[in-house]
């Protein structure tokens, strides 16, 4: 079972930063084809805030390019998000997800539990 572990969220002032970590573990018969972050704030919808896909390209929402970047360590099954000045806006909670390819053919997706970002003004 895909497990995914969170963690490194918090509650900063506007203009500070924070790093995400997701830790991902369980899919010894797949391989990870992206990992990603996405973000839900209250009454909103779910939204990707960074990718990266097999190969090492990286997608940023236009919201937070020039201040979020996304990494990895893939000895670690680790992929980390630092936010560099943290607006209100990025108040959400963050969600980790992986897809994978296992050798069946099947391509699943999994999400974290989620780590909550607070930023005040």
């Known amino acids: 079972q895909v497990k995914l572990v969170e963690s490194g969220g918090g509650s900063v002032q506007a203009g500070g930063s924070l790093t995400l970590s997701c830790s991902a573990s369980?899919?010894?018969?797949?391989?990870?084809?992206?990992r990603s972050w996405y973000r839900q704030a209250a009454e909103k919808e779910r939204e990707l805030v960074s990718s990266i896909v097999r190969g090492g390209s990286r997608n940023y929402a236009d919201s937070v390019k020039g201040r979020f970047t996304m990494s990895q360590d893939n000895a670690k099954n680790t992929v980390y998000l630092q936010m560099n000045s943290l607006k209100p806006e990025d108040t959400a909670m963050y969600y980790c997800h992986i897809h994978v390819r296992c050798a069946s053919g099947d391509i699943l997706g999994y999400w974290g539990q989620g780590t909550q970002v607070t930023v005040s003004s």
């Open positions: 369980g899919y010894t018969y797949c391989t990870a084809i992206s």
